[in-house]
């Protein structure tokens, strides 16, 4: 491409996503689309430098330690009649994407037997009020799951991937004050699962869903799109080395899971993202921001498709020859 036309691409871009912001939803970019180009001086792209493909070394990591979970038994221990536990984190929309996940599972082919779904995410229980385990609502949100789990039959010691989608409610602190508060309440989050969670070893973070048709301040647009940028900036959080998000036992203490973005669930509307998602008025109930039946099983469908595809979770979520 000349210069002078990637130069003018790049600036249109800016312009776009600068008038976001000022309350024109239409002109939001999903991050994979913004690539290179800026919102609010901020550049998109799943990964640094505008790109949506994994780094090859982030890539390698994942891969290997994607080879580590295998069938566990309730110590923790390989074992071929054990279990692998996906669990979700998260609040009210994650529970209702949960949902939708669970009830594609009981109908799905070719997931592997061993691998089990456990939906821990619960309504109210924001980022902001897990990412202290010692707080009220920590305490409240952590010994639920562990609840769950064993609800379930199975153990903290069998929990070998986990699903974050999270957000706070009614943010007002602007772009880019609230997705640096997110980013920091996710870090604390990702941080709290080696400990309690021994065998984690893969940790697939998605944004917000649309939040154009909310009707209340909970979380509304820019904030569910700008979202995106806490869970890019995490990312590169530990590209970057970042010794608290270490997740490679060979540079010391295994500080946090491997991060990786998940599932890609912001469209802007009716308009398909990259990955086939789009949303219809009809997909949420009246508040705008929780999902109806028809949204839930559409969130559903994309996590299953996820899962079943991408590099680092189909040996393991998928059932092996």
């Known amino acids: 491409m000349p210069r002078i036309i990637a130069c003018a691409l790049g600036f249109a871009l800016m312009l776009r996503g600068a008038a976001a912001q000022d309350g024109d939803r239409s002109k939001l970019i999903p991050l994979p689309e913004l690539g ?36 566990r038994g309730a110590d923790g221990q390989p074992h071929p009649e054990g279990k692998i536990v996906l669990l979700s984190i998260g609040m009210s929309n994650t529970s209702q994407a949960s949902q939708g996940f669970s009830r594609q599972l009981r109908d799905a082919d070719g997931v592997n037997p061993h691998m089990v779904f456990v939906n821990g995410a619960q309504g109210g229980m924001t980022a902001a009020r897990i990412q202290d385990p010692t707080s009220d609502s920590g305490v409240k949100y952590w010994t639920t799951i562990d609840q769950r789990l064993e609800q379930a039959g199975l153990t903290r010691a069998q929990v070998q991937a986990v699903w974050i989608k999270q957000a706070d409610a009614g943010p007002s602190q602007g772009f880019p004050a609230y997705a640096k508060k997110l980013q920091g309440e996710l870090a604390r989050i990702v941080q709290l699962l080696p400990e309690r969670f021994p065998n984690v070893k893969l940790a697939y973070l998605s944004s917000r869903t649309y939040g154009g048709f909310a009707t209340t301040k909970l979380n509304p647009e820019p904030y569910a799109y700008e979202s995106g940028f806490s869970v890019k900036w995490l990312i590169e959080q530990q590209l970057q080395g970042d010794a608290g998000l270490n997740c490679d036992p060979a540079r010391g203490k295994v500080k946090a899971p491997w991060l990786s973005w998940g599932p890609d669930l912001w469209a802007n509307g009716a308009k398909k993202n990259r990955a086939g998602v789009s949303y219809e008025e009809s997909d949420f109930g009246k508040d705008g921001t929780h999902h109806s039946p028809a949204g839930v099983e559409k969130l559903g469908r994309h996590l299953l498709e996820f899962f079943r595809t991408d590099t680092t979770t189909r040996g393991w979520f998928l059932r092996q020859p």
């Open 36 to 71: 290179t180009g800026k919102y609010h001086g901020f550049e998109g792209g799943f990964y640094p430098g505008g790109k949506n493909e994994r780094p090859k070394e982030h890539e390698a990591a994942g891969l290997r330690l994607a080879r580590d979970i295998m069938p």
